[in-house]
């Protein structure tokens, strides 16, 4: 079973994904097929030796080797502040150069990005590296002439799947403004949580885009977003509007005077602009990407720019197969990470074609995403078993009746279940691809799990050795190494830094120490990296052929659909509405989404339960933090089950949302309530 304790905030009291994590039996192997190692770019058996310990941390020169740098860098890896890391120091590299210009002499006038709407007979825009050039330079042009920004500044964007959203992105890294992308389908509220922290002057967003076959309001959201912002003190200074149509506005909120710039009209003043990309330290943050943790608060992740980008292409190269001439297609949002280092970072460095779609897969049908395949000529695909669940079960044969061939695909998010990963192997990928099941996280830049797909076996519901230079260990709670085999699960840390990580959480170094570090770290104040293990916050099992299998977060996040959302960020959501006295959000198991949150409240003294309020409570949740975060259900109870201090007992709700045993309950200080809960929710 997993761990008890959760991370060092959460206490014994408290449930954990891990804990309720369903356990499957180990899985026979799947071998990859000749035809995939004929072609496999990572094929040499030597390059996990070589990315040794012994040969740490020297070794990751391969993967920045793979960029253009302005100036090679003086020292590989700097720990003398740690545990904030510093990689290639002293080196010079542009992002937005090293992922479209550099590519211009071979590849001009081959697609960068496929741009596919959501409405099916809506023409596909192939966007090739040239055009990206000039869009990226005009819209670098504006951002640095029309809204006065530079290197350090940071921009928010809440932008949908179109390809304005990786343009805008490239724009910002020419000239080192660090950018935000916060996921479209979050709340304006949500989305100034993140501009007031990361103090943004400038909101990028569209007027509106296509989901589920409607136009969607986005316009309506930065109106929140600044209202909201301004509330908590801060002034957005410019929102800039892409329009969803150029010339046409697909959404009916009015113009703030002063404020609010349609993009497609400034942009006329700075047509064919060029603007030479800025030659940028290899530490300076590339972009912030917000996720939630352990408290209500999301925290802003910074990545870097060289030891990002090197992180990105390599592990695209090597684990993605990504040769110059396939067309790659994740189905992720660039709103997430995913998207951020293999919809666009990772791509674009190694000069492919990188698809972005705008909507949902199942629209119009669940043959949806095989057309695309078959219309575009994908061979790459990657996507989380989320999306696979709910192909799934909508289109069970749909893939045979479409002529697409997947040489690779990818799952990636949560574990996924071997049925549900043989029908991807079996029917998807038509037995001909090779599957790679990544385990990594917001936090981490790119894969730290996974198998080589040429090299080694799959294994459904493992996720498989750890990369080149990756060096996992399992600790249990009192920090004592869970050797492989021992079919006994504990906390997964990396004993040493890669170029992919994080360098702190923006604003909170402490927080980022003592999240991340503290847990096990061996030595106060030293600066040997060997001393500070990083803390991943999940749960899992190394078997005795060295593959691991992830059973979910240890503390209190919740992994609905794939996305990350902390139990304190809903229950802070719910507690927005008056006749709320306590909230408690608990994980259940859900077929397609893997969890989703249950949530119970306590009414202040003399409110009356009512449907109405049921209902205004979770309406209060999706405007706070977006429809992903919709609980389940809304259970409004006399009383919690607490202990004598006075904590919620969530293990205890969990269980009586799971229809299980909550276990030894004498220890509360209600346990009478127990009987009661069960059968309300018998009910
Ligand atoms: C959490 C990170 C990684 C990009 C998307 C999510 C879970 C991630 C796997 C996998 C089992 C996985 C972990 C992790 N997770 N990949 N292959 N198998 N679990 O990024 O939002 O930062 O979430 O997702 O629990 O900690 P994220």
Not at 74 to 89: C, G, I, Q
Not at 424 to 440: F, L, M, P, S
Request: charged share 25%.
């Amino acid at each position: 079973m997993a761990t008890k304790k959760a991370s060092p905030a959460a206490s014994n009291d408290e449930v954990s994904e891990a804990e309720i994590a369903v356990h499957w039996q180990e899985e026979g192997y799947y071998q990859p097929s000749p035809k995939f190692i004929a072609q496999a770019n990572l094929t040499d058996t030597d390059m996990h030796k070589r990315f040794s310990l012994d040969n740490f941390p020297e070794c990751f020169k391969e993967y920045a080797d793979l960029l253009t740098w302005y100036k090679y860098w003086e020292k590989t890896l700097d720990t003398s502040n740690a545990p904030f890391w510093r990689w290639f120091v002293g080196g010079k590299i542009n992002a937005s150069y090293n992922c479209v210009d550099r590519h211009l002499e071979k590849h001009r006038n081959k697609t960068a990005i496929h741009f596919i709407s959501e409405l099916e007979n809506e023409p596909i825009q192939h966007i090739t590296y040239q055009e990206l050039y000039v869009r990226v330079n005009e819209v670098a042009a504006l951002l640095r002439n029309f809204c006065g920004l530079k290197a350090g500044d940071r921009v928010t964007l809440h932008m949908p799947m179109v390809a304005e959203l990786p343009i805008t992105m490239l724009a910002c890294a020419r000239i080192g403004v660090i950018h935000s992308q916060v996921f479209s389908g979050f709340s304006g509220k949500a989305c100034a949580d993140r501009i007031v922290d990361s103090a943004s002057d400038v909101l990028i967003t569209m007027d509106g885009y296509y989901r589920g076959g409607a136009m969607q309001d986005q316009k309506e959201k930065a109106d929140i977003a600044c209202e909201d912002a301004a509330a908590q003190g801060h002034k957005v200074k410019k929102v800039l509007i892409w329009q969803r149509y150029p010339g046409k506005n697909s959404s009916p909120r009015p113009m703030v005077k002063g404020r609010d710039f349609i993009m497609n009209e400034v942009l006329k003043d700075y047509r064919l602009t060029r603007i030479d990309p800025v030659e940028m330290p290899a530490e300076a943050p590339l972009f912030l990407m917000y996720t939630s943790g352990t408290t209500g608060k999301p925290k802003g992740c910074q990545h870097s720019t060289g030891g990002y980008l090197a992180y990105a292409a390599a592990t695209s190269k090597y684990f993605q197969d990504i040769h110059p001439e396939d067309v790659y297609w994740c189905m992720a949002d660039i709103g997430w990470i995913t998207g951020h280092s293999y919809i666009v970072y990772g791509p674009l460095a190694l000069g492919a074609s990188t698809v972005v779609y705008e909507g949902v897969p199942t629209y119009p049908d669940a043959g949806r995403p095989w057309r695309i395949a078959e219309e575009l000529g994908v061979n790459i695909f990657h996507t989380s078993p989320t999306a696979i669940r709910a192909l799934r079960r909508t289109g069970p044969d749909e893939p045979q009746k479409y002529n697409y061939h997947f040489k690779h695909m990818t799952t990636v998010g949560e574990p996924i279940e071997p049925e549900v990963w043989r029908w991807y192997h079996e029917v998807v990928g038509k037995r001909e691809a090779a599957i790679v099941d990544t385990w990594w996280q917001t936090e981490t830049g790119g894969f730290l799990c996974s198998t080589v797909p040429a090299l080694h076996p799959m294994k459904p519901g493992s996720a498989g050795p750890a990369l080149p230079g990756i060096h996992p260990v399992i600790y249990d709670e009192d920090g004592n190494e869970i050797p492989r085999g021992a079919g006994k699960a504990g906390n997964i840390c990396i004993r040493n830094p890669w170029p992919g990580i994080f360098q702190t959480i923006w604003g909170d170094p402490d927080r980022f120490v003592r999240q991340y570090y503290e847990r096990y770290n061996k030595k106060k104040g030293s600066t040997d990296w060997r001393d500070w293990p990083y803390f991943a916050g999940d749960g899992a099992v190394q078997s005795e052929d060295g593959y691991y299998r992830i059973l979910g977060r240890i503390d209190d996040v919740i992994n609905v659909a794939g996305h990350r959302l902390g139990t304190k960020e809903i229950e802070s959501a719910a507690l927005t509405v008056t006749e709320v006295a306590e909230a408690a959000v608990v994980p259940v198991a859900d077929e397609i989404k893997g969890r989703v949150p249950d949530l119970y409240v306590a009414l202040k003294p003399g409110v009356q339960a009512s449907r109405e309020l049921q209902e205004r409570i979770s309406q209060a949740v999706v405007t706070e933090i977006s429809p992903i975060a919709r609980p389940r259900k809304v259970w409004i109870v006399p009383d919690m089950p607490k202990t004598r201090s006075g904590k919620i007992m969530r293990r205890v709700l969990a269980a009586i949302s799971s229809n299980q045993d909550a276990g030894d309950v004498s220890t509360l200080a209600n346990p009478e309530i127990v009987d009661e809960l069960r059968k309300m929710a018998k009910m």
